[in-house]
């Protein structure tokens, strides 16, 4: 069982509201492990964290996530047809043309605790840019993608599509507003996101 599994499963262990408040964007690395470090710095970036240990979960997730939202007959903008195929029972109609949808429902190729973004590129967006997207975003992700760095997340990448390396790679970080200044090469262009990360527990 994932550290995940205790932090969101069973209430043994809680993240301390009090860190993940406190804590500024120039303070030191904090020397956690790296799920704890991913949870406490997505959340920071104001993205909503669903933790799940099997598929009844993540199904049970999408259902409570559309009817929070009054999504029951909205389309969702997908360019993944295995993400489609896998969620078909759930009676989710799909689209392939942004601009009729409020959400776009997606994978992402890993999750970065340093700054606890979505590392994302041509395999999810095409050769789209994260503006000419929907403002709502369900990203469906395991704990198997979990990254320390976006360093070490573009050498998994590199490694394993040597043939082929992904183009339009880019992170979400910014699930509020984007300050000035603190922008980087790889959240040019970005827009801020309301963004549901349903994670799965595949360790």
Known sequence: MGLFSKLFGGGKKKVSKEITEERGMHMPDLDIPVDEKFTINFKRNGGKFIYCDGYNDVNQAIKNIIEENNWKNTPF??????????????????TDKPNNSEVFFSTCEHLVAQNGSILICSNQLQDR?????????????????????????????????????????????HFQTIREGQDNFLTYGSSSKNLYLILLEDL
């Open 77 to 94: 903008f997908s360019m993944d047809n295995r993400l489609e195929s896998k969620f078909s029972k759930l009676n989710i109609s799909f």
């Open 129 to 173: 840019k994260l503006n000419d997207l929907p403002s709502n975003f369900i990203v469906f992700a395991t704990t198997s993608q979990l990254v320390n760095s976006i360093g070490e997340g573009l050498k998994i990448i590199k490694k394993k599509h040597q043939n082929s390396i992904p183009t339009n790679i880019t992170t979400i970080e």
